[in-house]
């Protein structure tokens, strides 16, 4: 039972254009949604989060949107640069049921120049 | 200032053989995991601890036992190696701010012959 799914696994996109990047969630009792980066042999690393109770946060080329009505939310980057390749994995957030994280399967973003 | 440092980065064990997977974080964060990452799968939670002395199950707990007797360590024992448990492990830590997300190693990639 899938709480959190990614469902494209792999995206393209050229250089300088748009990428959004699509989770899905089932739960409503999750608090935080989060975007992590993973480049090959590291660690995830933290991207931008954004609270249950908001529809939008930015943070320079990147910004999250969140449609709770939907139980959808979306990472778009703009302008997408070739250093953006990586694994882009969703995650949401029990913070009631000890700060657990749960993730998404992952979507390979490939920026080409 | 390390962050979350893991040992050892790669590691071979024959079915049965048991191993201790090491994590330890120097950011003074409460809450810890353990994850493991396998191919379309994303990261699933094994076990967590939101402070020293108390730890829980998360979603994929068999065959794995932890314990968090400070907050710096957080050890993840495998207790019989099986070829299922072949995977990348990664240790995390936060501490649990609102939107603050975790922190990871950079990982263990673990191989059961």
């Known amino acids: 039972d899938q709480q959190v799914k990614q469902n494209s696994p792999s995206l393209s996109v050229q250089e300088g254009r748009i990428s959004i990047l699509n989770c899905d969630y089932t739960?409503?009792?999750?608090?935080?949604f989060l975007w992590y980066k993973k480049y090959p042999a590291e660690g995830p690393t933290f991207l931008i989060s954004?609270?249950?109770?908001?529809d939008k946060n930015e943070d320079g080329r990147f910004t999250v949107f969140l449609n709770k009505s939907a139980k959808h939310l979306s990472l778009h980057i703009v302008p997408s640069q070739p250093g953006d390749s990586a694994v882009y994995f969703c995650?949401?957030?029990?913070?009631?049921?000890?700060?657990?994280?749960?993730f998404g399967a992952g979507t390979i973003l490939r920026v080409k120049s | 200032n390390a962050g979350v440092t893991q040992t050892p980065k790669f590691q071979v064990l024959k079915t049965g053989q048991s191993m201790t997977l090491q994590c330890a974080q120097d950011?003074?964060?409460?809450?810890m995991s353990w994850y493991r990452q396998d191919p379309g799968m994303g990261l699933r939670l094994i076990h967590y601890s939101v402070g020293a002395g108390i730890t829980d199950q998360g979603e994929v707990p068999n065959g794995y036992n932890v314990s968090r007797s400070t907050t710096e360590d957080f050890p993840l024992r495998l207790l019989s190696a099986a070829p299922s448990q072949t995977s990348v492990y990664f240790c995390a830590s936060s501490p649990g701010t609102v939107g603050g997300g975790y922190t990871f190693g950079s990982g263990t990639r673990l191989t059961v012959v």
């Open positions: 954004i609270s249950s109770i908001k």
């Open positions: 995650a949401a957030r029990y913070m009631e049921y000890g700060n657990k994280l749960v």
């Open positions: 739960n409503s009792m999750f608090d935080y």
């Open positions: 950011m003074n964060h409460e809450y």
